[in-house]
């Protein structure tokens, strides 16, 4: 069993910038492809990052591309989200989830793909 427990929300201004960390605990962080999603009041959760488990392979929600950035320290075992400038449209319950994966160059998108999910994490971006 995986446990993942997000850090790192709170309240900026749209411009801003934010780093949300993730830490999962109970297995070996790097068997794990790993993503961001986000659930804004009142709609679905969507995809908004993700990384493999080397670390070099990432992609990217068109909303966020060019703004946020996903990255991995397996030495630490933390995935982050580095959220630059941030617009209200932003604002939303940020989830950490974790896959476990044979394979190192693997990302995945889809929630229905993702075995373990953390509590969530408030992001709120105001105007």
């Known amino acids: 069993q995986v446990q993942l427990v997000e850090s790192g929300g709170g309240l900026v201004q749209a411009g801003g910038s934010l780093r949300l960390s993730c830490a999962p605990s109970g297995r070996t962080f790097s068997d794990y492809a790993m993503g961001w999603f986000r659930q804004a009041p009142g709609k679905e959760r969507e995809f908004v990052a993700a990384?493999?488990?080397?670390?070099?392979?990432?992609y990217y929600a068109d909303s966020v591309k060019g703004r946020f950035t996903i990255s991995r320290d397996n030495a630490k075992n933390t995935v982050y989200l580095q959220m630059n400038s941030l617009k209200p449209e932003d604002t939303a319950v940020y989830y950490c989830a974790a896959k476990e994966t044979p394979f190192y160059s693997a990302i995945y998108v889809s929630t229905i793909q993702f075995q373990y999910w953390g509590q969530g994490t408030l992001v709120t971006v105001s105007e």
């Open positions: 990384i493999s488990r080397s670390g070099d392979n990432t």
